[in-house]
Nanobody, 127 residues
Framework: QLQLVESGGGLVQPGGSLRLSCAAS???????IGWFRQAPGKEREGVSC????????YYADSVKGRFTISRDNVKKMMYLQMNSLYPEDTAVYYC?????????????????????WGTGTPVIVSS
């Protein structure tokens, strides 16, 4: 059972940056991974994912050019660098991992397909 723990969330002003981290209890080599978010009253959505198949990445249109996903398999970590934050980025952010060998986009557009989830870290973008 893979365990995931997020950190790095907090309050930031519009235009600011945050780096989210996700520590895994085991190696991430065999998983597709991703970051998801859920704003109040909204469904959970995929923000960015990395495919296990070929290492390709996917970004939701709303974060493209502002967010960067990365992984460090040696340290058993994944990261989400978030720049130029908007108030609409306010949400609880979750890291997740999945067994299925599929594309990064498929991972992100089907959150229920992820097998392991962290408990989330809140990000509030407000002045």
């Amino acid at each position: 059972q893979l365990q995931l723990v997020e950190s790095g969330g907090g309050l930031v002003q519009p235009g600011g940056s945050l780096r989210l981290s996700c520590a895994a209890s085991g190696t991430l080599d065999n998983y597709g991974i991703g970051w998801f978010r859920q704003a109040p009253g909204k469904e959970r959505e995929g923000v960015s994912c990395i495919s296990k198949n070929d290492g390709s990445t996917y970004y939701a249109d709303s974060v493209k050019g502002r967010f960067t996903i990365s992984r460090d398999n040696v340290k058993k970590m994944m990261y989400l660098q978030m720049n130029s934050l908007y108030p609409e980025d306010t949400a609880v952010y979750y890291c997740a991992a999945a067994h299925p060998q599929t594309t990064a986009k498929a991972l992100c557009i089907t959150p229920r397909g992820m097998d392991y989830w962290g408990t989330g870290t809140p990000v509030i973008v407000s002045s």
